[in-house]
């Protein structure tokens, strides 16, 4: 049980800071790379539109490439997430386990984070 929760934790755990947090961004800037990540441009749009997301932030103002997209669909990333976890865990077999349950778990954390 435990070669597939915690794994899995993992893949919910990045998917949960990228998506549902502001950890990105913050930590853009304590590193001093808010210009790199276009972190102070994002802060900018935020002031016209406050419901607006890092990742809509960059698909709307780079248009859409294939990494933008890549990395603003929570079920694309998952599965590149969920491969890299299981090849660092060394449990190839189990990538499937590890999105489908990775997924599981964000899509329950996220709907308690939203109440």
């Known amino acids: 049980m435990v070669e597939l929760l915690l794994p899995s934790s993992t893949v ?5 800071i990228w998506f549902k947090s502001s950890a ?3 930590y853009a800037k304590l590193f001093g790379l808010g210009n790199l990540f276009f972190v102070f441009a994002f802060e900018e749009s935020l002031k ?5 997301s890092y990742h809509e932030f960059l698909l709307e ?10 990395i603003s669909c929570p079920l694309c990333l998952s599965v590149w997430v969920s491969l890299l976890v299981a090849l660092a865990s ?8 590890y999105n489908v349950v990775g997924l599981m778990l964000y ?6 984070l939203e109440e």
């Open 12 to 16: 919910c755990l990045l998917l949960l």
């Open 24 to 26: 990105f961004v913050e």
């Open 48 to 52: 016209k539109n406050p419901t607006l």
């Open 61 to 70: 103002s780079s248009g859409p490439s294939f990494a933008l997209k890549l």
């Open 90 to 97: 060394g449990s190839l077999y189990l990538f499937p386990a």
């Open 107 to 112: 899509g329950a954390t996220g709907k308690l």
